[in-house]
């Protein structure tokens, strides 16, 4: 089993796997911030993300089949285990790391600064957080005894409605 593993590490599976993690991580976060910009429909986003999974195994198969050599992509089967394969240097992989970190700090930093949504609209035109539903008393049913329910919560509601008011009236006096 350990020698499984360190096939694994040999044709670079883990360090595919991790990048394809990351860079994929960063594309759901920038599809959720710009989908809603264009008003997608929610299955858009739904879509990319098992396109993405699906990509990943993908991803993963090729990492194993193949190698990056410096004449090109090759079968693993073709390179013996004992052929250096070339890796990044630190200073690439240093300027990779450093770009993703901007990447990702200016989504999150442009998720956190954008103006926030508001539900509800006023007739004048101010935005209210708030907003109630006013429904009619009707019985639709037929059923006698929810109309007697209803004539309950209608007479509960207006007589409310009129403490309401004389109060109200009282205290603008």
């Known amino acids: 089993m350990s020698n499984f593993f360190a096939e694994l590490k040999r044709r670079n599976v883990y360090k595919v796997a991790v990048a394809y993690a990351v860079i994929s991580w960063l594309l759901v976060q920038a599809a959720s911030i710009l989908l809603p910009t264009f008003e997608a429909p929610p299955w858009v986003m739904k879509t990319f993300v098992v396109f993405l999974a699906l990509g990943f195994v993908l991803a993963i198969f090729i990492s194993w089949a193949f190698e990056m050599t410096p004449e090109g992509m090759k079968r693993t089967a073709e390179i013996s285990p004992d052929d250096g394969i070339p890796y990044w240097s630190k200073r690439k992989f ?3 790391i450093v770009g993703v970190a901007v990447i990702a700090t200016g989504l999150l930093a442009y998720q956190f600064l954008r103006p926030t949504a508001t539900t509800t609209v006023g007739a004048r035109g101010e935005v209210s957080s708030k ?17 007697r329910s209803l004539a309950a919560a209608h007479h509960f509601a207006s007589k409310t409605g009129e403490r309401k008011t004389k109060r109200s009236v009282r205290s603008s006096e």
């Open 94 to 96: 240093t300027a990779f």
């Open 131 to 147: 907003s109630i539903a006013v429904l009619p008393f009707l019985n639709e049913s037929g059923n006698a005894s929810d109309e």
